[in-house]
């Protein structure tokens, strides 16, 4: 029986319509690594990589690893959106602040 972190995962990959391979690989993991996160019972991934894994499927690690989130809540939604702007480039960040400024001002 696979742990609920695991089927967390297989969900996610699946709603994404990734195969194990592109999960390893836009991961970093090898297949083998997904699979074992998907199917045994017992895992302890390591941070880097259920951080690496919850980027992919763009969730947070604390949905991943809560048992008791079963679904992506708006707040979750929020903190990887606003991650993810906090990881932009200068020139990407201004250009998503100028567009924001221009949806504004309609």
Do not use: C, H
Not at 10 to 18: H, Y
Request: net charge neutral; hydrophobic share 35%; glycine share 4%.
């Amino acid at each position: 029986m696979a742990s609920l972190l695991g089927e967390k995962i297989r969900t996610e990959r699946k709603r994404l319509k990734l195969t194990l391979e592109e999960l390893a690989e836009k991961s970093g993991s090898s297949k083998s690594y997904i699979w074992e996160l998907e199917n045994r019972p017992v895992v302890r991934p390591s941070a880097e990589k259920i951080g690496k894994i919850a980027e992919v499927f763009g969730v947070t690690v604390e949905f991943l690893l809560d048992d008791g989130k079963q679904t992506l809540t708006e707040s979750d939604a929020d903190k990887v959106f606003f991650r993810r702007i906090t990881q932009l480039d200068p020139t990407k960040r201004a250009q998503l602040e100028k567009f924001l400024k221009a949806i504004d001002d309609e």
